[in-house]
């Protein structure tokens, strides 16, 4: 018994650890997309972006030979993964993102962990919604609002800014549908050769895609356009593989491993503190991170503390 404890409180530790490392990567990215948008459409970008990130997962996946065996056996799961976990996803979140307010978009962006503990609640019986859980959702999707609030403006206006509302929701139930069959459906694939397929597949589609309803991108771009596609290679290459690896650990659940995510805003707004000029902590952020703290540590607390 003590044995088992004890495996519990590493393995608990452990994802812990690495949730939080995937999360401060992907708070990095923000930055990085706001200057690469500046030279090129948001699917080209982010199709370029994700398949030179499931190329640079390549080299961990094995041989070539089980590589490729691998994906001949789980091609459908593959192609159902890459759709709904990058293609659909990322289609819906930039489409979205043009059509509100920042304010609003990161909002909405932010109740990815309840839609996500939503959706897992009614297919799975592992994944219930509990008090406990419930309490840390709204702590967390508070925190994230009182920081997107202090950030700008709300306001929706007109028929297009619900159209912008609806399809990031949309997004974060792609999001949903992914993170449960990757946890849930995918036992006969590595990990790492998942994320690299499916990166490169989606990443792929997402060009096809950009291609038939953007307008045409230049050949040649700056210096600094390089740097940041880099840099988003890199963090989604590493954080979508760490993410998939949590996933499919045995007793994880995808509810609870997303509240993590509300890290992300918490990060991002320290790390636009660190390294943009004339940004700096205020009273309002503050309470929102303050906020998420309390959801996390709440969504941690033992069990009988927290019914106490």
């Known amino acids: 018994m003590a044995a088992r404890i004890g495996f519990v409180v590493r393995l608990f530790k452990y994802t812990s650890f690495m949730a939080i490392i995937a999360c401060l990567l992907w708070s990095s990215a923000f930055a990085a997309i706001k200057i690469g948008l500046q030279y090129t459409t948001p699917l080209h970008f982010a199709g370029i972006r994700f398949l030179l990130a499931g190329l640079l997962v390549l080299p961990f996946c094995g041989s070539p030979e089980k590589y490729i065996c691998q994906i001949k056996d789980n091609y459908r799961t593959v192609l159902l993964v890459a759709v709904l976990q990058t293609t659909l996803l990322y289609t819906l979140f930039y489409q979205g993102l043009q059509l509100l307010p920042g304010a609003v978009a990161a909002i909405i962006i932010g109740t990815q962990p309840l839609i996500i503990a939503f959706v897992a609640h009614f297919v799975s019986d592992a994944e219930r919604m509990t008090m406990r859980k419930g309490v840390s959702l709204a702590m967390g999707l508070t925190g994230v609002a009182v920081i997107a609030l202090d950030r700008g403006e709300l306001s929706v206006e007109g ?3 619900l159209v912008g509302i609806g399809l990031l929701l949309l997004s974060n139930l792609s999001a949903a549908m992914g993170n449960l069959m990757v946890s849930k459906r995918t036992a006969n694939i590595f990990p790492l050769v998942l994320n690299s397929a499916q990166l490169v597949v989606g990443g792929l589609l997402l060009l096809l895609l950009s291609f038939l309803v953007e307008d045409g991108v230049a050949i040649v771009y700056p210096a600094e356009y390089y740097y940041s596609l880099a840099w988003l290679s890199v963090l989604s290459a590493l954080a979508l593989s760490i993410w998939f690896n949590l996933l499919k650990i045995e ?13 992300i805003p918490l990060s991002g707004a320290c790390l636009s503190w660190l390294l943009l000029d004339g940004e700096s902590p205020d009273t309002a952020t503050l309470a929102g991170m303050i906020a998420i703290a309390f959801s996390l540590l709440i969504l941690n607390m033992p069990r009988k503390k927290f019914n106490r």
């Open 159 to 161: 028929g297009m800014a």
């Open 251 to 263: 007793g994880i659940n995808v509810s609870d491993l997303n509240i993590w995510k509300f890290l």
